[in-house]
């Protein structure tokens, strides 16, 4: 009962403010949490990181990993390259180690995701960067996603990443410090890949087979463009059901 409280207490601080949520909702601001099964810190992040899901211009990604496996539970969704991702981020931005539960912010600002004035500012802060205007669209026909992008004037090359993501899931936690608990997961990366390491900011559209996606247990795809290969900050991102036939969210920066 005491844990359950703990969660929505921290959740209820999180609201975003009118300012924040009202401020410019066309701008989609990524905000990806590093999460484990076995950190009995990461359910109030990950119930967090559920509230902010349907928030105007916020699309988030939980990005499981695999470092607390050896306190006693195996975490069901985690990968090794979520933890790799992690760490480049971490790099990066000049932090040593990695840590759960942590969320980064637009690829440009880390904090702690059991912190709620932390998140908020993370946020708030993000969206105060005065930034590019980039806006992929997504369009699914069939088994196959198109990724336009629109001809952009970067300043050097952008990677573009593909993640392919599961909406919700609930686990049984059988061991490890959140034994006996059933947990519920939002926007969890089952598969990502980098399709184009170096795009110069030409118009192109791309082509994806969503079977890559729907194999590795996933029901939604989001594109990511980001600096520095992948580990930079975010110029632009957009989400798509595979489900519907129209973008669910998109970027402008």
């Known amino acids: ?145 198109s990724v336009d992008l629109p001809a952009t004037n970067l300043q050097g090359t952008a990677a573009v990443r593909v993640v392919w993501f599961l909406a919700d899931a609930e686990v049984e936690i059988g061991d490890g410090e959140n034994q006996g608990r059933r947990l519920h997961y939002t926007n969890v990366v089952r598969a990502t890949d980098l399709v184009e390491m170096e795009w110069n900011g030409a118009a192109r559209t791309l082509k994806l087979n969503s079977t890559d996606g729907t194999e590795a247990g996933a029901d939604h795809v989001a594109i990511l463009i980001q600096a520095d290969y992948g580990h930079g900050p975010i110029i632009g991102a957009a989400s798509l059901s595979l489900g519907e036939n129209t973008a669910t969210s998109s970027a402008s920066r």
């Not at 949490?33 to 109030?44: A, I, K, N, R």
């Not at 607390?68 to 040593?96: C, I, S, V």
């Not at 709620?116 to 997504?138: F, H, N, T, Y």
Request: with cysteine; aromatic share 8%; hydrophobic share 40%.
């Open 1 to 145: 009962m005491r844990k359950w409280l703990t969660t929505a207490f921290f959740i209820m601080s999180l609201a975003v403010p009118t300012s924040l949520a009202s401020a410019d909702d066309a701008r989609l601001t990524v905000v990806e949490l590093f999460t484990s099964q076995g950190c009995s810190s990461c359910p109030p992040a990950d119930a967090a990181l559920k509230s902010m899901r349907d928030r105007p211009g916020i699309l988030t990604l939980s990005w499981p990993v695999d470092y607390w496996d050896r306190l006693g539970w195996e975490d069901t969704f985690a990968l090794p390259h979520n933890a790799m991702r992690q760490a480049a981020y971490n790099k990066r931005l000049g932090r040593g180690g990695v840590f759960t539960p942590q969320m980064i912010v637009d690829g440009r600002i880390q904090c702690v995701g059991s912190k709620p004035e932390k998140v908020r500012g993370s946020i708030q802060k993000a969206r105060d960067i005065e930034r590019m205007s980039l806006s992929p669209s997504l369009k699914l026909a069939g088994d196959t996603v």
